[in-house]
């Protein structure tokens, strides 16, 4: 059995919250290879997103291992001086903790994690997004297990017709539903299309019970209780034989949805499908922005990775995002754009009705 973690943090932005530095992706490079030499991984890779940091690892330890977890909080950490010194911005802003606890959980950090037994070809894809919340895979995740329009291999393919298993978490209430589709699809959409509040934490095959898919689902301004950055999500997904197609994963991203978060986690914004080397918004702080990156795992070894938007078929999803951003940024501070008051309520929301309190008089019947 081997584990796949891919845990994230916003530790520093440069420019701004445009990026994250080279100088710090090299020291979690430096702190991932140690561990590595130690054993306590069997590979690794970093990368970013955007102003994230993202830690991908494989590993014999199962999922919420202690050493696992403090050794990406101490990544973290470690990262987070570095920054400071740099005078990066928001340095440790996803930090939301000044001690370790034994689970980067609760802490800030965003955690997508699953133990599988590698199959003889196992193809993974691991997104990652920024300027954005973790309903955002919602979408995404219903249209590949769950749209025959989208993935043909619900009908045409054997392996895939026994229909997915979806675990949906209620953020706000700490609770969790599981749905079957496809016979369920009418109740599950009730709560998954409100994905500020329902997300989908898991997927899995309904006939081996394999896990598919399972996203990071961490909200840092409820763990915070004050707005301290969008959530900033990661998800990684199997792909082929009993799971969707590569391409069956990639084709949902097609479609540049509108997802929460964009400047200053307030706003409505289309979710741009970019490379890796794009991932650095600028434009008001966005579009909120996804990466895909590639992997064959063999023996636990990262074989990879590949840059899977890097191709010109989503140039017209690219195009579309844009033209979404200029329509959605005439709104200025009015809904759509800006999000519902109930989603401001951990900005200066809370702050202007105090300041208003007494001036609010109750109208004559």
């Not at 702190?31 to 069997?42: D, R, S, T, W």
């Not at 950055?229 to 391409?247: L, W, Y």
């Not at 809904?335 to 008089?361: C, D």
Request: include cysteine.
């Amino acid at each position: 059995m081997i584990t796949l973690s891919v845990i994230k943090a916003d530790i520093g932005g440069y420019v701004g919250h445009s990026a994250s530095h080279p100088d710090i992706l090299d020291k979690a490079k430096d702190e991932m290879a140690k561990a590595k030499k130690a054993g306590l991984l069997v590979d690794f890779h970093v990368t970013a997103c955007g102003d994230d940091l993202q830690l991908i690892m494989t590993h014999k330890r199962g999922v919420d291992n202690r050493r696992i977890h403090k050794l990406a909080w101490d990544t973290f950490v470690a990262g987070t001086e570095l920054a400071r010194q740099l005078k990066l911005y928001g340095a440790g802003q996803d930090l939301l903790s000044d001690a370790f606890s034994g689970n980067v959980k609760g802490m800030g950090p965003g955690v997508a994690e699953m133990t599988i037994e590698e199959r003889t070809s196992e193809p993974i894809i691991i997104f990652m997004a920024d300027k954005t919340s973790a309903g955002s895979w919602n979408l995404p995740l219903y249209k590949m297990f769950a749209d025959p329009f989208n993935t043909a291999g619900l009908v045409i393919a054997e392996g895939l017709h026994a229909g997915f298993a979806f675990e949906v978490h209620d953020v706000k209430e700490h609770l969790k539903i599981t749905f079957n589709a496809p016979e369920e699809i009418y109740d599950m959409l009730m709560f998954i299309g409100a994905p500020g509040r329902y997300c989908v934490k898991s997927v899995c095959h309904r006939g081996t019970g394999n896990i598919g898919a399972v996203s990071s689902t961490q909200r840092l301004s409820l763990i915070a209780g004050r707005y301290v950055g969008k959530d900033d999500p990661v998800c990684i997904v199997r792909c082929q034989g009993e799971f969707p197609a590569v391409g069956e994963v990639l084709e949902p991203f097609a479609f540049p949805q509108i997802v929460e978060g964009w400047m200053r986690g307030s706003h409505h914004g289309p979710l741009m499908p970019v490379s890796v080397p794009q991932s650095t918004p600028t434009r008001f702080d966005g579009p909120p922005r996804v990466t895909a990156l590639g992997f064959q795992l063999a023996e636990g070894q990262l074989v990879g990775p590949r840059d899977m938007f890097d191709d010109p078929s989503f140039d017209e999803a690219r195009r579309q995002a844009n033209v979404e951003a200029e329509y959605l940024r005439r709104h200025g501070p009015f809904e759509p754009h800006r999000l519902p008051l109930e989603e401001m309520e951990y900005t200066t929301m809370a702050h202007v009705m105090k300041k208003l309190e007494g001036r609010f008089e109750r109208l004559k019947a």
